[in-house]
Structure formats: C-alpha cells, structure tokens
C-alpha cells in the first residue's frame, strides 16, 4: 500500500472495535447498556492520553446511544455497533432496527442536533420536560460531547447512527 | 485490563450537617421508580436545608440522561417554590462530563452556580502544580531511587504485579519501576497537569505507552476498590493538607493482602558538615515554611501511626539517608539548588518574609551545598519508608 492509498481526503478512520448481538438477546436486560459502553470504553481507551479519563467520559456518551436504541429499537434482527478512530475522533457506528414511523423521528431529531437553536431546546428540555425524550438525548451528545451526529437510512427496519466524538480533545 | 471506574451501586446521601447532598458512584436507571427512593430524599434534603444546599458530584462516576433530568427536575422545581434556597453544584474537573452537563443548570435559575471544587483545594497546590516545581521532582528521584530500588523489594514491589503510583508526579518513578521490576501494569495518577504533561513526554520519548498517566484527586479516585497488589505514594502525604484522606484511599484502590508504600522526609533533619548550624537553622524554617502552607514535611517518623490507623497491619519502617557521597556530589547539590529556588524564591515571597529572612534562608542552602561539595564534606537529606498490608 502506497501513501496515497493509506490517507484519503477525508482522514480514514480505522476500525477498533465491534459487537453485534440478537435484538430480543439485547432487550432481555437493561444492564447490557451499562456493561457494554463500560466494556468498550475500557478497550478503546487504554492508548489514549488519558486512559482512565477518556473511558469515563466515552462511556457516558456511549451508554447514552445504547440506551436509545434499547428504547426504541424492535426486538427482531441485530443490533451492531462498531466503533473507528481517527486521530483525536471516534466514531461510533449503530444500527438496530427500529419500527417505521420511528424513522422520520430519527430524521428530524438528528437534523435538530445542527441547527442554531439546538441549545436552547436543550434548556427548555431541562427545565419542562418530565423525562427525556430521545431527541434530548441526541441533543446532550451534540452539546456536552462536542457530537456530530448523522443518520445512514439501512434497509428497513434498520437505522444506523453515526456520531463523531472529539472526546481526546476534551478530556486531555 | 479494566482501566476501571467506579462500577458499585450508587450513593445519594444528604448529610444535614454540612447541608450537603452528595451523589457517588453509576447512576443509570432505567426509569425514573427505579431512583423514586433517592428522588425523595433530595425533595427532603430541600426541605430541611437554610440557606444554601450543597449538591456534591465530585464522586458521580455516571449518570444517564434519566437521572439527570429526574433530580434536575427537583432542584429546578424548588428553585421556583422557594426563593429562599441557593444551590451549589459542586463538580470536579477530573470527571469531564459532570462539569459540562451541571453548568446548564446555572444558566436556567439564577439561584443555582456550579462550582468545580479542584480548582484550588489544598493550600501547597499552587506551588507544587506549577512548572518551576518539575525541577526538585527531577532531582530528588534521581538521588532517592538508589536507595529504594533496593527497599522496595522488602514491601511488596515484585514482577508481574497490578501497581498504582498516587501523586506520581512527572512520573519518573513508574518510568524506572517499570525498568527494574516490570508490573503487569502500571497506572501513575496525579493533579498536577504540567507534570503529567512532562510525564507523558519522557514516556513518549522512551517509546513507553503502557504506563497509564491519569490526571485525578487522591482524596477523590474514580479508581475502583480493591485493585492493585502495590499502591506507593511518594513525598506526598506531606504535601496534601489530609494525609489521613489519602491514606483512606490508598487503601480502598488497594487488594486485600497487598501494600501501601510511602515515603516521606523529616526535613528539619536535614544535616551537614561543615557550617552545620546554618544548615540546621534552614531546615528548621523549611519545615515551619512548609506548616504555614498546611504541609507536615515533618511526617516521615509518623508514618507508622498514619498506617495504623488507617487500618493496615504488618507495618514496616525504614529510613535511608541520601547523601553526597551515594554517587557524583554535583547531583545531590542540584537538589540543594531547585529546593532554594522554590522554597526561598517562591514560597518565603508569597509567605511575605523579609529580604533578610529570605536571604539567611538562602545560606542555609547554600552552606548545604557547600558541604556536599567539599572534599571532606558530608551532606544528608534523611527519609523514611513506610509500608502497610491491607487484611485479608
Ligand atoms: C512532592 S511531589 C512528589 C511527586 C512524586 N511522587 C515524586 O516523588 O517525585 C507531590 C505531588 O503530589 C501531588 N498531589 C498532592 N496532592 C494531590 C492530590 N490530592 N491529588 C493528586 N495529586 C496530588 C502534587 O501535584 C505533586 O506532584
């Protein structure tokens, strides 16, 4: 492989890391989205700066993506999350198949995470909502985590989410 | 592996005392029933606060968006019924999100500030997380790891073992431990960020990436329990205002059945010959220097009580003496020369002490040097090593 090959315009991210499991084998237990952002946190971090620090911040926005597909995913097919690295950047890929009208809610609510009034949805999110929808959630990756978030329309009934997280930059 | 965080089930406590609310440990419910218990018991905590309520995350590990909304909610919701009532969040800059997702709250209720509680903790900070620090940390390491390669064995150090260094500082230690006795693995956690910054260059430098450099508070690890065979603390239980603090947790990142290592000096027991009265002089007002900062470099001899009553047993002591004489006198007198720069230079200036107090401090110094340098000199910097096991 020459240079050329090995740096493409856009930065290549390498792959570090999959899982891919049964969607009813996922649902069967809420603590799955616990020990698996724990889990892969831990293995992707120890050759950051901070091994310790970038697990823990890395979990957090992990476990939060987990735990919106775990509610809102369907119980037949696979969930697959993989995660790349490109210099200070992870990328986390998810796909988990989610009922049909749940895909327009995708839609909106990642394009939602770019727009300008993004934080002030979060606020009012905060200080009115009784718990927090997905789209909070999806706006809490984008402002607390620096996120950038798309969505890749999969054959139904699978979505992929795919968020880039500068977390090296932040935490060290 | 598990470059671990805390995994325990969670803590949210109130303590009236201090009118503190405190969360620790992962917070990940599924629904908000599953934290109606401690939901409660911050409505209560509000109830019986005056004043200001403090709310404590320096320890929460994680927390879903559910329980962030859910207490959110409660505190957001008081702020609106009770107009008598700050709120003080206080977070750590050790664990990233807490500080990015609380702030939020400052910016909906005026009556609610989020403070990060590590920016200014202990009165010796200032002074030994600045760069010009680096060079007394170089120094003293170079001199103290001939002796206690040889010590280390006698508590607990050995090939293969988990190994943590508390307050590690620009990590030259776990540089040569790694060198002489290979750990499995080696995790070097401190606060001061140019040190670890330094730290993080050497090991580049040397081509080693597998001791973890972490920024933390000793007083307040994310480290989980019962980790590690040997965990050393070197110079620094003298340097942080709670020695008893961090000794407590120490213990708790320590296995059962293995070691807390430790070493700290009695630094008025400093000596030299020649001009050994200037010398004593000196070290006598380092260490009241070091006292008016809340600093005991007097702690060495104590270390044996501090073990104890922390609850270790099988405790053992030495101490070794560096002098001029363990290899080329010039590195002992470097030593001699960063701890004048900083101690005169810096912390008799900030202490407000007179140019002739500063300036008799100073010849102490340099009588020290001027004894490890000449040819019939003898110059010595005593320090005690200490080790305690951890029950089984
Ligand atoms: C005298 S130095 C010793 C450094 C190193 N162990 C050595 O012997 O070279 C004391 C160190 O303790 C660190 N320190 C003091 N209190 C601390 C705390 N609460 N948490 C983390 N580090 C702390 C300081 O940043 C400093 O690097």
């Given at each position: 492989m020459n240079a050329a090959q090995r740096q493409p315009a856009e930065g290549k991210f390498e792959p570090l890391l999959q899982?891919?499991?049964?969607?009813?084998?996922?649902?069967?237990?809420?603590?799955?989205?616990?020990?698996?952002?724990?889990?892969?946190?831990?293995?992707?971090?120890?050759?950051?700066?901070?091994?310790?620090?970038?697990?823990?911040?890395?979990?957090?926005?992990?476990?939060?993506?987990?735990?919106v597909s775990f509610r809102g995913g369907s119980p037949e097919g696979r969930i697959g999350c993989a995660l790349y690295r490109q210099g200070p950047r992870e990328r986390v890929k998810l796909s988990f198949p989610c009922p049909p009208g749940q895909r327009q809610f995708f839609r909106e609510a990642v394009a939602r995470t770019r727009k300008n009034d993004a934080y002030a949805r979060y606020l009012d999110a905060i200080?009115?909502?009784?718990?927090?929808?997905?789209?909070?959630?999806?706006?809490?990756?984008?402002?607390?985590?620096?996120?950038?978030?798309?969505?890749?329309?999969?054959?139904?009934?699978?979505?992929?989410?795919?968020?880039?997280?500068?977390?090296?930059?932040?935490?060290? | 592996m598990s470059t671990a965080i805390l995994s325990a089930p969670f803590q949210a406590e109130f303590d009236a005392n201090s009118q503190?609310?405190?969360?620790?440990?992962?917070?990940?419910?599924?629904?908000?029933?599953?934290?109606?218990?401690?939901?409660?018991?911050l409505r209560h905590a509000i109830e019986q606060a005056r004043g200001v309520l403090y709310i404590n995350v320096k320890r929460l590990a994680q927390m879903?968006?559910?329980?962030?909304?859910?207490?959110?909610?409660?505190?957001?919701?008081?702020?609106?019924?009770?107009?008598?009532?700050?709120?003080?969040?206080?977070?750590?800059?050790?664990?990233?999100?807490?500080?990015r997702m609380f702030r939020h709250l400052g910016k909906i209720e005026p009556q609610i500030t989020v403070e990060v509680y590590d920016s200014k903790f202990y009165p010796g900070q200032s002074f030994v997380e600045d760069t010009s620090f680096?060079?007394?940390?170089?120094?003293?390491?170079?001199?103290?790891?001939?002796?206690?390669?040889?010590?280390?064995?006698?508590?607990?150090?050995?090939?293969?073992?988990?190994?943590?260094?508390?307050?590690?500082?620009?990590?030259?230690?776990?540089?040569?431990?790694?060198k002489e006795f290979q750990p499995?693995?080696?995790?070097?956690?401190?606060?001061?960020?140019?040190?670890?910054?330094?730290?993080?260059?050497?090991?580049?430098?040397?081509?080693?990436?597998?001791?973890?450099?972490?920024?933390?508070?000793?007083?307040?690890?994310?480290?989980?329990?019962?980790?590690?065979?040997?965990?050393?603390?070197?110079h620094s239980l003298q340097i942080f205002n709670q020695p008893d603090l961090l000794l407590k947790e120490l213990y708790r990142i320590c296995k059962p059945g293995g070691r807390v290592y430790i070493t700290n000096e009695k630094n008025s027991h400093c000596l030299?010959?020649?001009?050994?009265?200037?010398?004593?002089?000196?070290?006598?007002?380092?260490?009241?220097?070091?006292?008016?900062?809340?600093?005991?470099?007097?702690?060495?001899?104590?270390?044996?009580r501090y073990l104890a009553d922390a609850g270790f047993n099988d405790i053992r002591v030495e101490s070794f003496m560096v002098t001029n004489l363990d290899g080329d006198p010039q590195d002992f007198a470097d030593v001699i020369t960063a701890w004048e720069n900083v101690y005169a230079g810096?912390?008799?200036?900030?202490?407000?002490?007179?140019?002739?107090?500063?300036?008799?401090?100073?010849?102490?110094?340099?009588?020290?040097?001027?004894?490890?340098?000449?040819?019939?000199?003898?110059?010595?910097?005593?320090i005690w090593a200490a080790s305690g096991r951890k029950p089984l």
């Open positions: 899982f891919e499991m049964e969607m009813g084998t996922f649902l069967s237990d809420w603590h799955h989205c616990d020990q698996l952002s724990t889990y892969m946190a831990r293995m992707i971090s120890h050759n950051r700066t901070d091994p310790v620090r970038h697990s823990n911040f890395f979990s957090s926005a992990l476990n939060e993506l987990l735990e200080s009115t909502d009784l718990a927090p929808s997905r789209e909070v959630i999806l706006l809490d990756l984008a402002i607390n985590f620096d996120a950038e978030i798309r969505l890749e329309e999969d054959e139904p009934p699978s979505i992929t989410i795919i968020v880039d997280l500068p977390l090296e930059g932040i935490v060290s | 503190e609310f405190a969360f620790a440990g992962v917070i990940r419910p599924r629904s908000v029933d599953e934290i109606a218990h401690s939901i409660s018991a879903n968006n559910t329980a962030f909304h859910a207490f959110s909610r409660v505190v957001l919701d008081a702020c609106r019924t009770r107009s008598d009532i700050r709120f003080v969040v206080v977070t750590s800059s050790v664990v990233g999100w807490t500080e680096i060079p007394i940390l170089r120094t003293q390491t170079k001199m103290t790891w001939r002796h206690e390669r040889t010590i280390l064995p006698r508590h607990g150090m050995r090939a293969g073992i988990h190994m943590a260094d508390i307050c590690c500082g620009i990590g030259d230690f776990a540089v040569l431990v790694r499995a693995r080696i995790v070097a956690l401190d606060h001061s960020k140019a040190s670890l910054a330094y730290a993080r260059d050497v090991a580049a430098n040397f081509g080693i990436s597998d001791i973890e450099y972490t920024y933390g508070d000793a007083s307040e690890m994310l480290l989980e329990d019962n980790q590690f065979d040997l965990v050393t603390c070197r030299g010959e020649p001009r050994s009265q200037s010398i004593q002089w000196t070290y006598n007002e380092v260490a009241k220097l070091f006292g008016h900062f809340e600093m005991d470099v007097e702690l060495g001899p104590k270390s044996r810096e912390m008799a200036v900030k202490r407000g002490d007179p140019p002739e107090f500063i300036e008799r401090f100073r010849q102490g110094f340099r009588d020290h040097i001027f004894a490890a340098l000449h040819p019939k000199g003898y110059a010595g910097w005593p």
